[in-house]
């Protein structure tokens, strides 16, 4: 059985890190790309950031370009979400995402979701 465990989450104060982690077990995710998605209070899940299997190509929303990186570590079948400069607007829970087949499309078409961890910025 494939599990993502993620972890990290928490309350913070605007402009303060976090750094998730994201544990897949039952599987081998090396050479498929692996992301992040958030959903905010009321609102729908959205992409946050991707990074390919050999961990050489990443995708960032517009939102958090340039204060979060999205990493992975193979051996240990994680990837990470390392966040800096949070803003109250960051508050969601955070899933992470993998995917058994290739695609193209790095914002959608994953069949494998954790259960999600909050983050909450205080202002």
Known sequence: QVQLVESGGGLVQTGNSLRLACAASGRRFSSNTRAWFRQAPGKEREF????????SITYYSDDVKGRFTISRDNAKNT?????????????AVYYCAARSFYSSDYARSYDYWGQGTQVTVSS
């Open 48 to 55: 946050v950031a991707a990074i390919t299997g050999s961990g």
């Open 79 to 91: 990837v990470y979400l390392q966040m800096n400069s949070l803003k109250p607007e960051d508050t």
